[in-house]
């Protein structure tokens, strides 16, 4: 089937994927009186009294903003911020589909950090969350801390955070295939943009120690001059052994590859040079850093990939719709470490111990049952860790 061409038919038919339905009838005058003035004019009072009751009173509390400034629009690159409501206005079905949470795209038509972070903070009080989309690195990294220091709602990129909790529980239940433990395998990433850093990061936080972030130039290693300042930090908690060279180097006797980056750029023999029970996951769309089939020929014991007609479909769709779910369910402030790594666990927990297998490591997205068991852990390490806020 050929998705491109009949996915545009289908967008000339639908002339968008949302649409805005009342929930309320006005087809009399005490219904018109009801909704609109004079009497919506009393929940005006009570919200100025009380800014809380904007959540209970309004849409609010289940509404998510999804923004993009169009820069980084899946592997389209710099398309602008028109041409990305497409991909904006899927997320938002997503998130209702998967998640009952309602979302509306904004697309800003500028690539300037400063106007994106004042316009979103200036719109924050219409929405329950955030969801920052497609928006380049390095500036993503700016726009989201900023962002998240000054908004009183989570605010959450989900190409870093989405991409690093799905790759997280897949990691911790394919580790368990190979019988070896995350804070003694030797972990390479290669693509050293937004998803490969987030990635790093959480997988740090998940237990590991020994990881490795290749970019296009080479290793990210302490005193490379090519290296922006994001990757220069984390030259400081990676790569212990200081390595330098190219990826082939990286891969040479590790336990885990995770592509984010470009299609065919591994080898049958830089798998084959990994260390015995190695896991791949080479996520690069539409074309992978080598095919499943390869790496499973090359001796690769486990492997995922950003396919939905393979086995071990790494796809945020487990992540965002539950994340936000339940951090809208309990009214949190922000979307912090405690929730991503609970997330990460909801997701692992659904392939029981008597399902797990190399070809089984992960739910599909279609699993139901996932979309609720992340929603719950989440509003737990909420309250657990004080950012609820009923």
């Given at each position: 089937?050929?998705?491109g ?6 967008h ?14 006005v ?10 003035t004079?009497?919506?004019a ?19 509390g ?6 993009t400034?169009g ?7 710099d ?10 206005e899927g997320?938002c ?7 009952g ?7 800003i038509r500028?690539k300037?950090?400063?106007v994106?972070i004042q ?10 969350g955030i969801?920052l989309?497609?928006?380049?690195a ?7 801390t ?9 605010v959450?990129?989900d ?6 909790i799905?790759?997280?529980a897949?990691l ?13 395998v030797?972990?390479v990433?290669n693509?050293?943009?937004?998803a490969?850093i987030?990635i790093?990061r959480?997988?740090?936080?998940l237990?590991?120690e020994?990881?490795?972030l290749?970019d296009?130039?080479?290793i ?12 220069a ?7 212990r052994?200081?390595?330098h060279?190219l ?6 006797d590790?336990?885990v590859?995770i ?6 750029i ?7 040079s ?6 791949v ?7 992978p ?8 020929h090359?001796?690769a014991?486990?492997?995922g ?8 479909q790494?796809n945020n ?5 539950g ?9 949190a ?10 997330a990460?666990?909801?997701?692992a ?10 070809e089984?490591i ?6 139901r049952?996932?979309h609720?068991?992340?929603a719950s852990?989440?509003?737990q390490?909420?309250?657990d860790?004080g950012?609820a806020?009923i």
């Open positions: 089937m050929d998705y061409k009949l996915s545009l038919e289908k000339y038919e639908w002339k968008g994927k949302l649409d805005i339905v009342p929930k309320v009838k087809e009399t005058k005490n219904d018109l009186s009801l909704a609109y004079p009497g919506v009393t929940p005006c009072l009570v919200i100025q009294k009380d800014i809380t009751q904007s959540y209970t009173l309004t849409g609010r289940n509404l998510v903003a999804v923004i400034d820069t980084a629009v899946l592997g389209l690159g398309i602008g911020p028109e041409a990305g409501m497409p991909v904006m997320k079905v997503l998130l209702k589909t998967f998640g949470v309602d979302a509306i795209p904004l697309c500028s300037d950090p400063e994106i316009t979103v903070a200036l719109l924050a009080g219409n929405f329950g969801n989309e497609d928006i380049s390095p500036r993503c990294f700016e726009i989201e900023r962002l998240k220091a000054i908004c009183d709602i989570p959450f990129h190409d870093q955070h989405g991409t690093a799905v790759v997280g897949a911790l239940n394919a580790l368990q295939v190979v019988h070896k433990k995350i804070a003694s030797r972990i990433i693509g050293a943009g937004a490969g987030s790093a959480f997988l740090k936080d237990g590991a020994n990881i490795i290749v296009r130039f080479g990210v290693c302490e005193g490379e001059t090519w290296m922006n300042p994001v990757q930090e984390m030259a400081k908690i990676t790569n052994n200081h390595l060279g990826l082939a180097t990286a891969m040479k590790s336990d590859f592509g984010v980056s470009v299609g065919k591994v080898s049958e023999a830089m798998i084959g990994m260390a015995k029970g190695s896991i996951f080479p996520l690069a769309n539409p074309t850093e080598i095919s499943r089939e390869e790496a499973l090359a001796g014991a486990v492997v990939t950003g396919s939905s007609d393979q086995p071990n790494i769709l487990l992540v965002f719709p994340i936000f779910r339940g951090a809208l369910d309990v009214r402030s922000d979307i912090n470490h405690a929730m991503m790594i609970a990460a666990y909801g997701i927990s659904i392939v029981t111990k008597e399902e797990l297998k190399a089984y992960l739910p599909a997205p279609f699993d049952r996932v609720a068991a992340v852990k989440v509003a390490a909420a309250r860790s950012v806020r």
